[in-house]
């Protein structure tokens, strides 16, 4: 059970918008960036958002994300198929001494 | 081209030893802090550790007290000394570095701990 809580799954169709959660406390999200990761299968995760809000270079604006107090958000605009994917939040945590992952959202395009 | 490769992987018996290594090339490695990230099939990324620039090392709760992180900046590489392996601790293990997220990562070495 990891300390930032996400859902398990998201969905949306082609076109529309999805948001994935990210809970912490302040410990982590309350007090240090926030990085997104997103993952497929059988390749290695990609980076899509750093420090809360910021896009490396090759990702489109369709991704964005944003924080608040201690909870994250990342969003996904004009869903496309190739969006299907898992979708973690990353932060430190000062308590534990250590970096966390959430424990991953399952984005199904419909 | 910037790469990292992971090594070392295989089959050890419960309470066992393994280390695994994680050779760096394309960037200068001494400049980045690294990390240690796995995956159990099924599960989540979860990550296990972390050595700075200066060989300061973190770990997850999980790990702490059996795990070792080490890194030669002149070999251009990072090794993980597993000891007193568990179940728990199958997985794929990935190493993983960069300076804005973690943006370069290796295939993975897969670990699985198993009488």
């Known amino acids: 059970q990891s300390v930032l809580t996400q859902p398990p799954s998201a969905s949306g169709t082609p076109g529309q918008s999805v948001t994935i959660s990210c809970s912490g406390s302040?410990?982590?999200?309350?007090?240090?960036?926030v990085f997104w990761y997103q993952h497929l299968p059988g390749t290695a995760p990609k980076v899509l958002i750093y420090?809360?809000?910021q896009r490396p270079s090759g990702v489109p604006d369709r991704f964005s994300g944003s924080k608040s107090g201690t909870s994250a958000s990342l969003a996904i605009s004009g869903l496309r198929s190739e969006d299907e994917a898992d979708y973690y939040c990353?932060?430190?945590?000062?308590?534990?001494?250590?970096?966390?992952f959430g424990g991953g959202t399952k984005l199904t395009v419909l | 081209e910037v790469q990292l490769v992971e090594s070392g992987g295989g089959l050890v018996q419960p309470g066992g030893s393994l280390r695994l290594s994680c050779a760096a090339s394309g960037f200068t490695f001494s400049s980045y802090d690294m990390h240690w990230v796995r995956q159990a099939t099924g599960k989540g990324l979860e990550w296990v550790s972390g050595i700075s620039t200066s060989g300061d090392t973190y770990y997850s709760v999980s790990v702490r007290g059996r795990f070792t992180s080490s890194r030669e900046n002149a070999r251009n590489s990072m090794s993980l000394q597993m000891s007193s392996l568990r179940d728990e601790d199958t997985a794929v293990y990935y190493c993983?570095?960069?300076?804005?997220?973690?943006?370069?990562w290796g295939k993975g070495t897969t670990v699985i701990v198993s009488s």
């Open positions: 993983a570095t960069g300076w804005n997220g973690w943006d370069v």
């Open positions: 420090r809360n809000n």
């Open positions: 990353a932060v430190w945590d000062d308590s534990l001494r250590g970096w966390v």
């Open positions: 302040s410990s982590n999200i309350g007090r240090d960036y």
